[in-house]
Nanobody, 121 residues
Framework: QVQLVESGGGAVQPGGSLRLSCTAS????????MAWYRQAPGKQRELVAR???????DYADSVKGRFTISRDNAKNTMYLQMNSLNPEDTAVYYC???????????????WGQGTQVTVSS
């Protein structure tokens, strides 16, 4: 059984920073690509940033230069450093990962439960 658990959300003022973490646990053979998505009230879920196992990254235009995605393969953990936050970043942030479990040995997508980020003065 595999699960993803996010942490690090909260409330911050405009211009502030937060760091999100996502850890994969369970019977894992390998964690491939990982990504952060977000969903604001009344909007569709959107990709924020993605990172491959060899640390190739990709960002949504709206967060380029402000957010940094990273990972620690030894800990099966991904991070999202969010700087210069603005109210438009308010959303539930979800962790997503492509994981190969020890059994069966086939890739499958997993989602975390989400963590709330609120940017408000």
């Amino acid at each position: 059984q595999v699960q993803l658990v996010e942490s690090g959300g909260g409330a911050v003022q405009p211009g502030g920073s937060l760091r999100l973490s996502c850890t994969a646990s369970g019977s894992i053979f390998r964690v491939n690509s990982m990504a952060w998505y977000r969903q604001a009230p009344g909007k569709q879920r959107e990709l924020v940033a993605r990172i491959t196992r060899d640390v190739t990254t990709d960002y949504a235009d709206s967060v380029k230069g402000r957010f940094t995605i990273s990972r620690d393969n030894a800990k099966n953990t991904m991070y999202l450093q969010m700087n210069s936050l603005n109210p438009e970043d308010t959303a539930v942030y979800y962790c997503n990962a492509d994981i190969i479990a020890k059994w069966p040995r086939s890739p499958e997508g997993y989602w975390g439960q989400g963590t709330q980020v609120t940017v408000s003065s």
